[in-house]
């Protein structure tokens, strides 16, 4: 493992840890099965996709990367030293981004087929991105032969006897442009290539097919995908304002990503059933659902603060969360003050940089590790000048990331108890308004729970 490798790893790893609020990991010991290996991921976020791969893997991985990020200087000296190869893409010869004539792409492609087989030779690891472009959506858009053609031309040199698989992963994101959401990386079973060899030596190009189409379907078993946009934002708001309500005897835990990514597989599947046998049923679903999110936008309000409980739950939760934020006022100061320079650059700088959805959180994650690992230690720098003491310029660098997450935490709370207020002024000022708010949401709950019903009846 080289020493840029060994020394990058952990910031990166403790600033993912940071950047999402649950990161999960399904089978880690298949993501570090010993090479030669591929590992062949979908491509939703751009430069946050190998990221999130090589952190949670022991051995280090070369990967392939679009020749335009070898163009400028700076950038080419970060891919070389990261171990990337250069692929040469027509589009980008056509379009006139890559500086390669169209003529000249075979024969260098041809050159890092043989570079990314010399390097499973040396039993190395390589990842790679199959669809070819990285779009933020949840679908697994049409796979590229290109990693099954590297793994065949690899074992076919050694007469199938060199032992690479191919690893699926899939990359799932509760919002890949959002701070603080939620990101599961599921891995699937390794394929192994030596028992495409008949049909390697039979026809190569049938062989990849194969392969490649072993490969996509490993992947669509660890990917939440969708049909389209209506479908996606369908789901989207019944998972995110009813989804606890569909898993019999939830309790109050926080759902981790692997769960949030088996409610959103059912819903799909359940989606597809009614399509077919109640369309009707699902009409009126989705109808009454636009109509009560349309509501909740026009008065400014969220699901959440419609949840009733009983009065003394929600006498208590007034009591509490009060006081909560009472006491907890100067911590919170503290936290905003000596946190929102660092925490407020890489929007910003995201926001300048690009309006591609793609690369807004991988642009925040970089510039976020330079502004937090650079203006803490100013900061603390400057309260030892300013202080003398040592020991209070410890305490305060020791306060700065556990007052941050607090002030994070403290502006949720509030965010809430302004908007249970507004619902409660709302009451005093239209009360039938806030009573149809109420009737609505229970008509879309007594339907969920129908379907529910009918759903695991059917495909009991």
Not at 48 to 65: E, V
Not at 376 to 394: E, K
Request: proline share 6%.
């Amino acid at each position: 493992m080289s020493l840029f490798y060994s020394l990058v790893k952990p910031p990166v790893q403790l600033a993912l840890r940071v950047f999402f609020r649950q990161l999960q990991l399904r089978h880690p010991g298949r993501l570090n099965t010993e090479g030669p290996l591929i590992i062949a991921a979908n491509h939703p976020n751009t430069l946050m996709d190998p990221l999130l791969i090589a952190a949670h893997r022991r051995q280090q991985i070369a990967s392939l990367a679009k020749s335009t990020f070898f163009q400028h200087p700076v950038s080419r000296w970060l891919m070389e030293i990261s171990k990337c190869i250069p692929v040469y893409r027509r589009q980008d010869a056509e379009t006139g981004e890559a500086d390669v004539a169209p003529e000249e792409l075979a024969r260098r492609n041809e050159q890092v087929f043989v570079r990314c087989y010399d390097h499973l030779d040396a039993g190395g690891s390589l990842m790679i991105f199959p669809e070819g472009t990285s779009v933020a959506e949840r679908r697994l858009r049409p796979l590229k032969t290109g990693a099954a053609r590297i793994a065949l031309g690899a074992e076919a040199r050694r007469n199938f006897e060199l032992g690479v698989q191919l690893l699926p992963v899939g990359l799932n994101y509760s919002d890949p442009r959002r701070f603080r959401s939620d990101a599961l990386v599921n891995v699937a079973r390794p394929i192994r290539v030596a028992d495409y060899a008949d049909l390697y030596r039979h026809n190569p190009e049938q062989a990849a097919d194969a392969l490649t189409e072993e490969l996509r379907r490993r992947l669509e078993t660890r990917l939440v995908i969708t049909r389209d946009d209506a479908e996606d934002a369908l789901v989207r708001q019944v998972e995110a304002t009813f989804g606890q309500y569909l898993v019999p005897d939830h309790d109050d835990h926080a759902a981790t990503p692997h769960e949030n990514f088996q409610l959103t597989r059912t819903l799909l599947h359940a989606l597809a059933w009614y399509e077919q046998h109640d369309p009707a049923h699902l009409g009126e679903l989705r109808r009454h659902l636009q109509l009560y999110e349309a509501a909740l936008r026009t008065h400014r309000l969220s699901d959440e603060a419609l949840r009733r409980g009983t009065p003394q739950q929600r006498a208590w939760r007034g009591v509490t969360t009060a006081l909560k934020l009472g006491l907890g006022f100067p911590v919170y100061a503290h936290g905003v003050v000596h946190n929102y320079l660092p925490y407020i650059i890489p929007s910003m700088v995201a926001r300048r940089l690009t309006r591609e959805v793609e690369f807004i959180a991988p642009i925040m994650l970089v510039t976020g590790m330079l502004s937090f690992g650079l203006l803490y230690p100013l900061q603390t720098w400057l309260v030892h000048r300013l202080t003398g003491s040592g020991w209070l310029a410890a305490l305060y660098l020791l306060s700065l990331p556990a007052t941050g997450f607090y002030a994070l935490s403290y502006w949720n709370r509030l965010a809430d108890r302004l908007e249970r207020l507004r619902l409660y002024r709302l009451f005093r000022r239209q009360p039938a308004v806030v009573e149809d708010l109420f009737r609505q949401r229970a008509t879309i709950l007594r339907l969920l729970d129908e379907a529910r019903q009918e759903y695991l009846r059917a495909t009991a």
